[in-house]
């Protein structure tokens, strides 16, 4: 998910979930609750696997999708600091906050005021 988009569905209501810290950061959240534009609208839901055969199994689309955010994308080239600062706003729904310095991603809870932390 880029960036903007993510912005975007975060003020539009959807549900963050941060994803377990395997890598020792907060390395991705779980965006739910994304309007689905197809909503209602008949597509492949699923496929069936048998004898050697798919076939796709079709169905309604749900009103709404999930999504994954990777944290790294704080330091994509061309992310300005107006939407860095736009990013916070949607990872203090989750308890952090990030920086940019020389190139390095720095995090931290909101709780520990500590910037020691790195990607």
């Not at 903007?4 to 965006?31: N, Q």
């Not at 790294?72 to 916070?88: C, K, P």
Request: with cysteine.
């Amino acid at each position: 998910m880029h960036p903007e988009d993510f912005i975007r569905v975060v003020k539009d209501g959807a549900r963050l979930e941060l994803a377990d810290m395997k890598y020792g950061y907060p390395h991705k959240l779980y965006v739910h609750g994304i309007p689905n534009p197809l909503a209602g609208q008949e597509c492949e839901v699923g496929t069936d696997h048998n004898d050697g055969k798919s076939t796709p199994i079709l169905g309604k689309a749900s009103a709404s999708l999930f999504a994954k955010f990777y944290t790294r994308h704080f330091s994509d080239e061309g992310t300005d600091d107006a939407a860095r600062a736009e990013l916070n706003e949607a990872f203090r729904h989750v308890g952090f906050e990030f920086q940019l310095q020389a190139g390095t991603i720095r995090w931290a809870h909101l709780w520990d005021s500590r910037r020691e932390n790195r990607q």
